[in-house]
């Protein structure tokens, strides 16, 4: 059983005078340890997609199992439950609070836990991704991209979830601020994460296991990266 199982997997929006199909009968499987890219062009339904694996986004049908569980059957206080579990998410415009210092930021998912040691954890994953802690005690506006990059995946790292899914995380990245972040996704799947990213650029996908190439909501290829980075 893969840790991640779509099936047939179909999205809509809106409402019948204006419905845009987004994604048709999509199924894939991810497994753990893996390091897979979504691309596509601009509007092929990538980030709902990568919504959808993050269960939060329900489809209009099709499935989706973590772990064997049927995510969109729970009810909603179940799912975010697996949610805080099993998933941890870099936005595209990465969502760090401009009021916290990147410790604070980092401290977020692990607020509703009762024990001690958030910030020595907190602590302990940015020096993983590169930011001590005086860097640490800064606020967003006061680290470069590339920081601010590396402190939303520490962010998303921080509760240990077994699934990392990042939506276009350098893309608004110099070439090696953007290769650091690559270097640290990379990382994270060779510990057994599962770890999914979204790019429109090829170069991004140098050292991905895998790239799901999506055109006009269907999977139009999905194989090693020199098979599949067909140009956007
Ligand atoms: P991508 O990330 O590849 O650019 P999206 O998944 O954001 O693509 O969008 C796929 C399609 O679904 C696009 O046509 C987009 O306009 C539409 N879409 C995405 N989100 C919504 C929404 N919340 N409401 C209506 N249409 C949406
Ligand atoms: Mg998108």
Known sequence: MALIEVDGVRKEYGDAACRVVALHEVSLEVEAGEYAAIMGPSGSGKTTLLSILGAMNP????????????????????????RREYIGFVFQQLELVPYLSALENVMLPLAILKEGGKRERALEVLARVGIDEQKGRRLPSELSGGEQGRVAIARAIVNDPPIILADEPVGSLDTSTGRQILDQLRTLADGGHAVV???????STADVDRVIQILDGSVSCDDGPKFCAIPN
């Open 59 to 82: 489809p209009t049908s099709g499935s989706l199992r973590i772990d064997g569980i049927d995510v969109y059957d729970l009810s909603q206080e179940r799912q975010a439950d697996l």
């Open 197 to 203: 990213m979204v790019t429109h650029n090829p170069d």
